[in-house]
Each structure stands twice: as C-alpha cells, then as structure tokens.
C-alpha cells in the first residue's frame, strides 16, 4: 500500500507492486570497488562532496583508511544507538558499538597513516545536546549529524511505523489523511540547532577554543569521571579511546587539503572537447578514439555536462555518437544519458551502463577477430539503470541487469544471479542463463532463448513465472533482435531471424506475478517494451 502512483514512478515501477528497499550494493565487493564507485560519483557531479558511511565496530579505523585512500570526501561513523524507526528491534539494540569507541579508533588510524587532514570526519548515533557535540569533537569529528532528535522536534513520537505507511503524526507516510496530522515547522528545527549551538559556544569559550578546528582530536580535554557507583563501570580502561599518537605537527587533525580525484585525466574531456559544437548550436557530433582499460567511468563527466547544459530537456537519439577500439576500463557508459551513443569495439571491464538514463551502449566484437564464446564484458552491467539501451555482442559475467529499472538490454550469454532485484526494463539473453536467475525480481521482463530447458533449473521462482512468449512479445522480440543485428553485426540474432519460426519456439518469458497481473489491469503491457 505504501507504493503509490508517485512511489511507483519514482522507483521506476507500478504502484501496488512490493519493492525490495534497500537493495545490496552489489557494485561493492572490494575497497578497489568502493574506489571506482567514488571515481564514478564523482565523475556525474565533478561539485558533489562524496561521503561513505560506516557503522561503528571494531577494525573500523582500517576500514577507514582504505576508503580514505579511495578519494573519498566525508567519512561517517555512525553509532549503535541511532538507527530508523523501520529497523528490526533486534538490529537496533545489538548491531554497531557506541560511536565514541569508532570514532577514536577511525581518528587514530587516519592520524597514524598521515590520511586524516585529507577527509572530512563526521559522526551520529543519536546525538542530542552541545556535551554530546563536544565529546565528539574532541575524539576526532569537525562534522556531526542529528536524526532522532530533529524528528522530535518536528512532532515524532517515535512509535517505529516508518515502514508501515501509518506514521500517527504525518511524518514517515504516503497517506494523505495521515500527512494532514503533520504540525512540525521549520521555525521548530532552527530553533533547536540555534539553542544548541548556543550551548556549544559556552562550552567552548569554558575550554579555551575559538572554533571548531581547534577542537577536534583534544583528547587531552577529556577526563575519566571520578565518581563513578558502578563497580564494573570503575573496571574499564579508557587509555586506548583516549590515546593520543605522537606525531609531527605537518600531520593536520582535521580536513586540510581537498582529495584529488584525476578528473583531468579523464578521456571524456577529449569527448567534451569535442563535442563544442554540440553545446554551442545543438549540431550532431561523431568522434573515434583509441580505449584501454585506465580509461574509467567513460561517458559520465560528458552526460553530467550535458544535464548541467540543458536542464529537462531529453536530447534526440543518436546526437553525440562516439566510437571507441580496444578494451574499456571499468564503468564504460555510467550514467549515460539519451542522446549520447557509446560504440566499442573490443571488450569491456565490470560496471558498463551502470546507472544508464536514457543513453545507447553498443558492445561487440572486434572484426576478423574470433572472441569465440569468451566473455567480453564483467559483471554488474546495468547496475540501476533507469533507461536507454545496451546490445552486447557476446557473453557477460555475473549479476547482469542487477537492479534494471528501466533500460532495455540484449546480450547473447549470462552468468550467475541475472535480472537480480529487477523492477522495470526488457532484458533478451540469446543463450544460457547463469545459477539463481531472477532472484528478487518485482518488474521487468526477461526473454531467454532456452533451446536446452535449462531455464527452470536456474530460475529463482520465488517471485517470477515462466511463460510462453504471447503475440506481443513475439513481434517486439523480432524488432529488438533486427536492432541487434543491426549495431552488432551479431552472427547469433542474424541465424535466429533467418530461421525464425525454429528459433522462436526456444524462448521462454520470465516474469514477475504481480507485476504481470499489475500490467494486465492497467492495460499497460505493450508499454514496457522500449522498441
């Protein structure tokens, strides 16, 4: 009930529908992960300040430090005691330790490995007064957030029906009769950062500080108290939360010098470059360019561009086409937006299309050149794409159209955990189909060429059917395969095609039930097709 018509088109599904919120960062394995999911950030919004956030436990610091390392901006340590009111009970009073412990060892960490005076540290967890501020700035934080305590000012009483659609006092719904319980006010939540950075001014003029940098990491500041009831609370041993590494003064305690992210260094800026003409007077723009596999996030810095440019505006297909030869690094196409058309001829690491809106990536293989049934791009391609097209002239890795919502794909092989949490989209796979296909899918629709019957062992019936192909599908499935041919060159669409009424028997529709059901009485199934 909670997804409504404008829930609905805002996660690029059908109202009614159950969304699986929030899914796995499935483009998130490794730290050299995180680091290109930074870069690609970064790259859609060269302004935009990245933060990662990470939950207080121990080893937190060296967690860290690598992703300090991988360029990010800000850095969050959030504490066992904040969390949403749509969290299991269990999860909030055992996940994550206290901030304070986190934060020490985060800020220790960062000082020892010279990496603190180049990010940004920030905390939360359920801070409520000036004190709370205090002490975390003087164990290591110039940033601090507040959640819980900004709600109750605005009229949350805290009764945890966030993920119901039945918040009492209008906050956390969808429900109109409910959101007209709302009576928060801004004027409520300025005043309350107002008397509370009142209360941190006296505190500091107490200790001595002019502001906020002078602060940070004065752990010298912080004492145990003295009396203490608990017997077992006069047992711990604060010396390594309040330790203080000896350093050299050069090492700064608080952000100092901003990341660099080598956005100077990004092939797109040749893209850009010339494209001039296309910001100028809106003419059509073609360009071939040498590829290898350092050439990242190819595609975002030029969409972002392009969005800054001509705000609202859906540029005509095929206006900026740009070929590329040899072997595309990770995040080819990212973010790509309609209008733009990457064409490489070659291969291609993990990540292509990621979050493609609307732009056409065309994969295939190099010519007189026999790639055989090797795998010409990574895995998680089209990871969250929202729209646009992908044909790829070849066999993929794992988790391919993980989280589509939208964005129509043709690929001629699979593997594992493909049209994972799907919700919107067309996907063909013109061959076999990896373990675990379809897991979580609420939307889309997947049409896999299953000349073994193979399909039924490998699918995830958990929320999909498999189906015959009806008329429609037939006859959208030969225009998406003449499309395919037709910027491919694929030798496996153009045998299906030429023996059509043999081929077509072999495919087989997956398709989530209520998302069927959903598209049948809305009368809106030939719309999904983006042919």
Partial sequence: SKVTDYIGKIRHSLPGIDLISPPPHHDIYSIEDLAQL???????????????????KEGVGTVAAGVAKAHADMILISGHDGGTGASPLSSIKNAGIPWEIGLSETHQVLLMNNLRGKVSLQVDGQLKTARDVVVACLLGAEEFSFSTSMLVTL??????????????VGIATQNLDLRKKFKGKPEYSINYMKFLAKELREYMADLGFRNINEMVGRIDKLKKKTEIISIKAEKIDFS??????????????????????????????????KSKSFFIDRKKVEGSFEINNTNRSVGALLSSK???????????????????????????????VSGVTLKLEGDANDFVAKGLS???IIIKKPENNDYGKSIIAGNTILYGATGGEVYINGVVGERFAVRNSGALAVVEEVG???????????VVILGDVGKNFAAGMSGGIALVFDKEDK???????????????????????????????????????????????????????????????????????????KV
């Fill in 455 to 529: 399909l039924k062992n490998h699918c995830n019936s958990e929320l999909v059917s498999i189906e015959k192909l009806n008329k429609i599908d037939l006859e959208k499935l030969v225009l998406i395969l003449k499309k395919h041919t037709k910027y491919t060159k694929s030798n496996v669409s153009q045998e299906m095609l030429d023996n059509w009424d043999k081929y077509s028997k072999a495919f087989k529709k997956v398709i989530p039930i209520k998302y069927k059901k959903a598209l049948i009485e809305k009368d809106r199934y030939e719309k999904v097709y």
């Fill in 358 to 360: 609307g732009g056409k």
């Fill in 38 to 56: 930074i870069y690609d950030a970064k790259n859609s919004n060269r302004e935009a300040r990245i933060s990662v956030k990470l939950v207080s």
């Fill in 155 to 168: 009229g949350c009483i805290m009764c945890r029906n966030c993920h119901k659609n039945q918040c009492p």
């Fill in 240 to 273: 390594k939360i309040l330790y203080k590494p000896d350093l050299p003064s050069r090492v700064k305690t608080y952000k100092s010098v901003n990341q660099n992210h080598n956005l100077d260094q990004c092939l797109d800026n040749k893209l850009i470059e």
């Fill in 416 to 426: 594992n955990h493909g049209c994972e949490y799907m919700t919107a989209g067309v």
């Fill in 306 to 336: 392009i969005i800054k440019s001509f705000p609202g505006e859906k540029i005509k297909e095929d206006t900026l086409i740009f070929k590329f030869y040899g072997t595309a690094g990770q995040s080819f196409g990212t973010f790509t």
